[in-house]
């Protein structure tokens, strides 16, 4: 009489079988990090693209793009976006009269908006910094210049009325303005947040790469980089060892490899942080009257 015995595992082929399953897994976790992170970008260029077509917009209906920021009211440039984001509502609760720490506009500020977060970011949802509660962090800059690499010290600062860019302190730029053409001419772009003291600028105040939406109590002199960045200075200088404020003006992002950012008419790329600099930087102003050698 004969048992029909069924034969298991050994240990040995148990481990090779682990072995296996556990190289194809590293194999394979790559790979899906790598989708996801497409995934992410294309979602970042949407917002991109809608914040674009928000100054189009905007253009259309008062012959010119908004500022950075007012310097007066402390409006920010994604501020004046809100009704052409379909924020009309939002954007009526803000009351000229108060500060942005008090009442709606504190409200308004600690309102989180998905256009404004880069879907790659580890920024907070919110936080409270600056005397304002809950406020919301912006992943994104408009360009101020193509040529500014400071914002401390002495001498001439990125956000001037001297700036050669679309966006600055208090500017009213006209697409007529933009002689270099609205394709060659940056308009928004990634930035990186991070809200740590990383170092003392020129006027030896402790500074951060942050970047909010709507309204500041400050965003101007040594902390218009809340609001706006410069070609200047290299793509994802964050990561470089270069002074704070080539930081703070950069435009950079945890995609790998770069950051992406819209022209202002609209069009959307993806810019390799190994960018020609002078390619970059001629991007960043409105009527340098540079060759374009893309």
Aim: aromatic share 8%; proline share 4%; net charge negative.
């Amino acid at each position: 009489m004969f048992l029909n015995r069924r034969r298991g595992l050994s240990l040995v082929e148990l481990l090779v079988v682990i072995a296996i399953i556990a190289i194809l897994l590293s194999l394979l976790l790559p790979a899906i990090q790598a989708a996801r992170e497409s995934a992410r970008r294309v979602d970042c260029g949407n917002r991109l693209r809608q914040m674009s077509l928000g100054f189009i917009q905007y253009h259309t209906a008062r012959q010119q793009f908004p500022p950075a920021i007012d310097t007066e009211r402390r409006l920010m440039w994604s501020g004046y976006l809100l009704p052409y984001l379909e924020q009309g509502n939002l954007y009526s609760k803000i009351d000229r009269n108060l500060k942005w720490n008090e009442g709606a506009n504190a409200q308004v500020c600690s309102t989180f908006l998905s256009v404004f977060r880069c879907p790659s970011s580890s920024a907070p949802d919110t936080m409270t910094a600056q005397g304002i509660e809950d406020r919301v962090p912006c992943d994104y800059l408009v360009c101020a210049s193509g040529t500014d690499t400071r914002e401390s010290g002495p001498g001439i600062l990125a956000g001037g009325a001297h700036s050669d860019g679309v966006f600055f302190s208090d500017s009213r730029v006209r697409v007529a303005e933009i002689r270099d053409g609205t394709s060659n001419t940056l308009a928004v772009g990634d930035s990186f947040f991070q809200f740590e003291e990383l170092d003392l600028d020129h006027t030896g105040y402790p500074q951060f790469l942050d970047r909010w939406c709507v309204g500041t109590l400050e965003g101007v002199g040594n902390e218009v980089s809340e609001a706006m960045g410069s070609t200047g200075v290299a793509i994802n200088a964050h990561r470089l060892d270069v002074f704070i404020d080539e930081r703070e003006l950069a435009f950079g992002s945890q995609h790998p490899g770069g950051a992406q950012a819209a022209q202002v008419d609209g069009s959307i790329r993806f810019f390799d942080e190994q960018t020609d600099r002078a390619v970059w930087s001629a991007l960043g102003t409105r009527a340098g009257g540079e060759p374009r050698t893309e």
